[in-house]
Nanobody
Framework: HVQLVESGGGSVQAGGSLRLSCEPS????????MGWFRQVPGKEREEVAT????????SYADSVKGRFTFSQDNAKNTHYLRMISLEPEDTGIYYC????????????????WGQGTQVTVS
């Protein structure tokens, strides 16, 4: 019933750009925070960015600050992560997540997850 569908991943050269999309459906109204996480095999998922949906307030990991932008389009019920100046260190599977407020930074504090979209930067 609850679904989060990510799209927009791909392979780019260092310095390139990508825009990821997250399309949630069936979320309870009490779910106020959305997060983007990324994971490399053998490592725990790490927070990339969060957004507090009611007012659009965002927060970013230091490693992506100034390069990534988390936004939401309420009319389309879609969330976006625009990534510019991509670096090889940005490579990983990117996951969209939904959870409570205040927006958590730990992956295990989120309620719902998408299946991920691969981002590869060379």
């Amino acid at each position: 019933h609850v679904q989060l569908v990510e799209s927009g991943g791909g392979s780019v050269q260092a310095g390139g750009s990508l825009r990821l999309s997250c399309e949630p459906s069936g979320l309870p109204f009490s779910t106020y925070c959305m997060g983007w996480f990324r994971q490399v095999p053998g490592k725990e998922r790490e927070e990339v960015a969060t957004i507090y949906s009611p007012d659009g307030t965002t927060s970013y990991a230091d490693s992506v600050k100034g390069r990534f932008t988390f936004s939401q389009d309420n009319a389309k019920n879609t969330h976006y992560l625009r990534m510019i100046s991509l670096e090889p260190e940005d490579t990983g599977i990117y996951y969209c997540a939904a959870g409570p407020s205040p927006c958590p930074i730990r992956y295990y504090e989120y309620y719902y997850w998408g299946q991920g979209t691969q981002v590869t930067v060379s």
